[in-house]
């Protein structure tokens, strides 16, 4: 039962008190209604943040990667096997990744090299997606594996296979999408691994004939930045800071991972590193090696039998991913 129903008299005191409260409360929300009638007349008009004249880049829905198809990818690219260069799984596997380029404007940059084992094909598969600006962004990855593990049972899970479903998946999102930004190109590089052992002569088959191709035609003058992203599957994803990449774009790759919340995966370590990207490196060419050199504990499952999938997760090929298409609307926006 409530007091307005108890039939008890208020006291004239307090009868008083209570019609001054009453008086007191009127006048607050009368200057609150003021107040904000006053703050939405003087508020800007949201409407007209962005001018008609000015087309927002890349209009329209925004990439968005999928760390489980490329996981798919990763599945389906290591069950060819080993896959070195020259061998029957690696034919196959240039097969795979042609049949899920279908439509695209695809070029191949194929050719013989003198190795340590004798004359080998090498072939890089390139996919352009033509943007609005004057420039090229190259994002290239290895898709070869290790060739004296050939006849191990080593299937190249992070080291190989990682590299190529993140260039897949990127074309995914790329395809079909008009770009107001810089044209992008994936290179699905080959000869990244050494036939015999690491030299400047025996390793990087694939891009060191790309870099020169280019030098002599004139395109890697158009090159705005190049992204290698190798080894970048690992579960436990750490990628490493290269002191051989371009620092400003590195900077740029970093500032890509801290506004997807994604900063603590990238460069707690810094390295030197000799990848895909070095003969580009060398020619003047902006260039940013993605590496987690870092694979199991002191590295121990890299160019071994046990660079297997377990090891990698779909959540840190969403991480690399993201960030690469991320990095790309940055420099889009330079």
Sequence with gaps: MNDHSSGVAMPDRLRV??????????????????????AEASAPDPSPATPSSVTPANSGPPPSFSGGRAW??????????ARPIGSANHKKLEAYITSHL???????????????AGKLPVRNIIAKYPGTRDGIIVIAGHYDTNYPLQNTGYVGANDGGSSTAILLELAQQLRGRKRNGYSVWLVWTDGEEAIKSWTADDSVYGTRHLADKWQKDGTLKKIKALIVADMIGDADLNVDRDRNSTSWLEDIVLQAATKLGYQ???????????????????????????????????????????????????????????????????LDAR
């Design 264 to 330: 603590s995966h990238f460069f707690a370590r810094e390295i030197a590193t000799d990848d895909d990207h070095t003969p580009f490196v060398a020619r003047g060419v902006p260039s940013a090696d993605l590496i987690d050199f870092d694979y199991g504990y002191n590295n121990v499952f890299w160019h071994t039998p046990q660079d297997t999938i377990d090891k990698l997760n779909a959540g840190s090929l969403q991480i690399s991913g993201s960030v690469i298409l991320e990095t790309i609307r940055l």
């Design 72 to 81: 798919q990818y990763v599945r389906e690219t290591i069950a060819f096997g």
């Design 102 to 116: 279908k439509g695209d404007q695809v070029e191949d940059d194929a050719f013989v090299a003198d190795t340590p």
């Design 17 to 38: 008190n209570f019609s001054l409260l009453t008086t007191l409360v009127t006048a607050l929300f009368l200057s609150a209604c003021t107040y904000q009638q006053n």
